[in-house]
């Protein structure tokens, strides 16, 4: 079992800056593909990104060249750093974990989920 946490939410004008932290419990972080999924009212939750187990990162189109994702297995911790902040950004951003040995952008693939931390994105 692995339990989430997300937080580093917030309000932001269009063209800032966020870091969102999702720290897991138990021993075996490093075991786990993390992803990161959001979702706005009234829309599905989508893919943001997502890093491996040995740190290979993939990105959704609309994110590529303005969030980066890292984790720090020593930390349970991993991050998205989110530059150049849209409104159409703005959402419940979640982290997930998945004990696939793949990246999948699908949620169903993903095992364990944090709680959520909105962000929102002023014009």
């Known amino acids: 079992q692995v339990q989430l946490v997300e937080s580093g939410g917030g309000l932001v004008q269009a063209g800032g800056s966020l870091r969102l932290s999702c720290t897991a419990s138990?021993?075996?972080?490093?075991?786990?593909?993390m992803g990161w999924f959001r979702q706005a009212p009234g829309k599905e939750r989508e893919f943001v990104g997502a890093?491996?187990?040995?740190?290979?990162?993939r990105y959704a189109d609309s994110v590529k060249g303005r969030f980066t994702i890292s984790r720090v297995n020593a930390e349970n911790t991993v991050y998205v750093q989110m530059n150049i902040l849209k409104p159409e950004d703005t959402a419940v951003y979640y982290c997930?974990?998945?004990?696939?040995?793949?990246?999948?952008?699908?949620?169903?693939?993903?095992?364990?989920w944090g709680q959520g931390t909105q962000v929102t994105v002023s014009s």
């Open positions: 138990g021993r075996t972080f490093n075991s786990y593909v």
């Open positions: 890093i491996s187990r040995s740190g290979s990162t």
């Open positions: 997930a974990a998945d004990s696939s040995p793949g990246i999948f952008t699908t949620s169903k693939r993903y095992d364990y």
